[in-house]
């Protein structure tokens, strides 16, 4: 056998394990950059719908006093200060985001006036037994938390904006 061609054959098996090393390598990375696409996408859904809650939690555990309506149809929190206050904040989801609307009571306001707080699609507020349990769904998926409110909760009707 001539030395040359013995050299030549080796270099041809490195350069094809080499390539075959550079191809495994790729398709390794990318199979690794997708599932983390999906990991940061459900990353992602899951933030905003458990800050969502923890704010409706946390509202509700800072007011001085809490009740279940409707606002304008959509299910709404009414939560007042503590005291003799003519304020009160108003918690609801239109328009596909949860909104928030501080005001005086009867100042005539509607629920396009609230300030946009997250994107929610959808806030259901259920009261058993003195327990406030808050769904939120968004992209067909839902997410829920509950409160026992420290000053009770009230059923109303309609809630004056």
Known sequence: MNPSTGRGLRTALV???CALFFLLAM???LLGSSVYRETVASSDANYTQRTALS???NQVRRAGGVAVGT???YPALDLSESGASPYHTILY???GE???LYTERGSGLTSADGSAVL???ELSIALEDGVLTFTITQDGQSWSASVAPRTGVR???EVEG
Request: net charge negative.
């Open 98 to 100: 949860l909104r928030e």
């Open 71 to 73: 606002f304008e149809s």
């Open 93 to 95: 989801a239109a328009g």
């Open 119 to 121: 994107s929610v699609e």
């Open 27 to 29: 398709g390794i990375t």
């Open 15 to 17: 350069a094809a394990l």
């Open 55 to 57: 704010y409706l939690v």
């Open 155 to 157: 059923e109303i009707g």
